[in-house]
């Protein structure tokens, strides 16, 4: 199969599927064209997802359709935008029609149920690898930055921590526990936390998607700002299923591990005192920003430099 049919057979179906508010012109031309309405930003992001680096060898293709789209997506939650389009630039070492047909039902499956538009994109020989751009659009001058952080935020994070990074070593299991059942939807099927970032636009101060682990993503935030923060590991949000699987462990999964892709925020305590019920029921407070750098667990100074890094992790 040529570069051209490939294309046609499997990823023009997913340009029209969704009618988005500002894209013009989708796959079929040199370029696509974006149309962003007046006073609104646009917001970019670009993910490279390398087999080997950041998905195991020989994975699903449907389950690397979803995930590929929804860790590009995370980036547009932590900025509060509202997702509109992508591009898709896969490299592969062969055109191997099923493998083509997995991937395309999964990259449609997490299309839809994030509203993005395939804009376009490229193809080529090569070893397997993934680069999408995520176009998004907030109101003018409101998009949440990781530089906003003030002393006396709160700090913030949604859903449960540590459950996709601990079962890495579990994701050949054939007949999985219940336990390992629901870590590996973690991991296999992320969900951009969009429709949270959205709703805090204008009450939190800075925000981040934890993919590298929550003290590695934090620290970002804390860097950006300009800021430190206090941490009580006693109010970290763990899953049972984590409890269960790792024991005395799990807190540490919860702390340092990647692949949630939750959100870690700072809110004004007055912001989260008037913060919408809905808001505050997604939102586990686990510390606050400090003036003094640095970032202190449970009382102690830990660094922030261990989550995962891109040249010297590996799944």
Same mark, same amino acid.
């Given at each position: 199969?040529?570069?051209?049919?490939?294309?046609?057979?499997?990823?023009?179906?997913?340009?029209? %599927?969704?009618?988005?508010?500002?894209?013009?012109?989708?796959?079929?031309?040199?370029? /696509? =064209? %974006?149309?962003?309405?007046?006073?609104?930003?646009?917001?970019?992001?670009?993910?490279?997802?390398?087999?080997?680096?950041?998905?195991?060898?020989?994975?699903?293709?449907?389950?690397?359709?979803?995930?590929?789209?929804?860790?590009?997506?995370?980036?547009?939650?932590?900025?509060?935008?509202?997702?509109?389009?992508?591009?898709?630039?896969?490299?592969?070492?062969?055109?191997?029609? %099923?493998?083509?047909?997995?991937?395309?039902?999964?990259?449609?499956? /997490?299309?839809?149920?994030?509203?993005?538009?395939? /804009?376009?994109?490229?193809?080529?020989?090569?070893?397997?690898?993934?680069?999408? %751009?995520?176009?998004?659009?907030?109101?003018?001058?409101?998009?949440?930055?990781?530089? *906003? /952080?003030?002393?006396?935020?709160?700090?913030?994070?949604?859903?449960?921590?540590?459950?996709? *990074?601990?079962?890495?070593?579990?994701?050949?299991?054939?007949?999985?526990?219940?336990?390992?059942?629901?870590?590996?939807?973690?991991?296999?099927?992320?969900?951009?936390?969009?429709?949270?970032?959205?709703?805090?636009?204008?009450?939190?101060?800075?925000? =981040?998607?934890?993919?590298?682990?929550?003290?590695?993503?934090?620290?970002?935030?804390?860097?950006?700002?300009?800021?430190?923060?206090?941490?009580?590991?006693?109010?970290?949000?763990?899953?049972?299923?984590?409890?269960?699987?790792?024991?005395?462990?799990?807190?540490?999964?919860?702390?340092?591990?990647?692949?949630?892709?939750?959100?870690?925020?700072?809110?004004?305590?007055?912001?989260?005192?008037?913060?919408?019920?809905?808001?505050?029921?997604?939102?586990?407070?686990? *510390?606050?920003?400090?003036?003094?750098?640095?970032? =202190?667990?449970?009382?102690?100074?830990?660094?922030?430099?261990?989550?995962?890094?891109?040249?010297?992790?590996?799944?």
């Amino acid at each position: 199969m040529g570069e051209f049919e490939l294309i046609r057979r499997y990823f023009l179906p997913l340009a029209g %599927q969704q009618t988005t508010r500002s894209l013009i012109l989708g796959p079929g031309d040199d370029c /696509a =064209i %974006q149309h962003i309405p007046a006073g609104r930003d646009l917001v970019f992001s670009m993910d490279t997802l390398v087999e080997g680096v950041h998905f195991p060898r020989n994975y699903r293709p449907d389950y690397l359709g979803w995930r590929a789209l929804a860790v590009a997506a995370s980036d547009l939650a932590a900025m509060g935008a509202e997702p509109d389009c992508f591009t898709l630039a896969l490299t592969m070492p062969a055109a191997d029609e %099923q493998w083509l047909a997995g991937f395309a039902s999964g990259l449609k499956s /997490a299309s839809n149920a994030f509203g993005m538009a395939l /804009a376009g994109g490229d193809t080529t020989s090569g070893p397997l690898t993934l680069t999408l %751009q995520v176009h998004g659009t907030v109101e003018h001058g409101t998009a949440i930055r990781r530089a *906003g /952080a003030r002393p006396g935020d709160l700090v913030a994070v949604s859903g449960t921590l540590g459950d996709a *990074g601990s079962v890495l070593d579990y994701l050949d299991e054939a007949s999985p526990s219940p336990d390992v059942a629901a870590l590996l939807d973690r991991y296999h099927s992320p969900r951009p936390r969009l429709a949270l970032g959205r709703a805090v636009r204008g009450i939190a101060s800075a925000a =981040i998607d934890i993919s590298d682990g929550l003290l590695a993503d934090l620290g970002h935030i804390l860097e950006a700002s300009e800021v430190g923060a206090s941490i009580d590991s006693a109010r970290l949000p763990v899953s049972p299923h984590l409890k269960r699987l790792k024991g005395d462990a799990a807190l540490d999964y919860a702390l340092r591990s990647g692949d949630d892709y939750e959100l870690c925020l700072t809110i004004p305590a007055e912001c989260w005192r008037n913060a919408p019920d809905a808001v505050r029921k997604e939102l586990s407070v686990i *510390g606050t920003v400090e003036s003094r750098p640095g970032l =202190i667990l449970d009382g102690k100074l830990c660094g922030s430099d261990d989550g995962f890094d891109h040249f010297r992790s590996r799944p």
